[in-house]
DNA sequence: AGCACCTGCAACCCGGGAGTTGCGCATGAA
DNA sequence: TTCATGCGCAACTCCCGGGTTGCAGGTGCT
């Protein structure tokens, strides 16, 4: 799955956010979300396959954290398109504080 | 239709690309699409739905432009979660010129 | 008026994505 | 060893998104 894909979903859009500054395990992320564990599995898998996180795994338990390269080709493909960027970013720059 | 999902299909992508900088209509990009009007009609539809497109009809034809503001909620999604954006910003600087 | 062109709407097919349940396996703790 | 916990795989349902065909309406040209 491609990166546009993988963040087109709400509930994974959510995971990622979370992920971001808690990485987490697939069963803790079930207790947040009101979906099953198998659920919160396959949009990590999706996740993971579109290289938007990275899989750590210590003894039985596997946990997730963000992985920020792809957010740039995402970054990269919306300027380009989006065109006019100086002002935008130092926008954005401000808006981020 | 938010604006991921939009962006979420290759060929709404390069639609938009396409656009971006040579407005067009739905006979139009179907000549350079390998599909029918009315599926381009629907991926316009869905672009316009999410506030990526304006539509300007002038007599019998509708022309499609860019509306580059709902973009700008891509990047500060992408930037809130990203994290670390004052050397990322720098470089995509760089890499549009 | 007549014809060509652009568009929109509706019905339909098909594949895949989101979610569930059920089971089996491995690891950590009592 | 026994039990609980965390994961993974597989099968199944359901629904929506991408694409098609067919038809009707509005516009422009001759």
Sequence with gaps: MDVF?????PTR???????ADDPSTAT?????FPITRQAVSKH???????GLVE???SGREV???????RLDDVMGWVAEVGGEW????????????
Tied chains: 1, 2.
């Design 13 to 19: 859009r959510e995971m990622l956010r979370h992920i």
């Design 63 to 69: 946990r997730y954290s963000l992985r920020s390269e």
């Design 44 to 50: 990590l898998a999706a996740l993971d396959e579109a």
């Design 5 to 9: 894909a993988a963040l087109s979903d």
């Design 28 to 32: 803790e992320l079930a207790r947040l």
């Design 55 to 57: 899989r750590t795994s």
């Design 86 to 97: 100086d002002q935008r970013l130092s926008r954005l720059k401000k808006r981020l504080g």
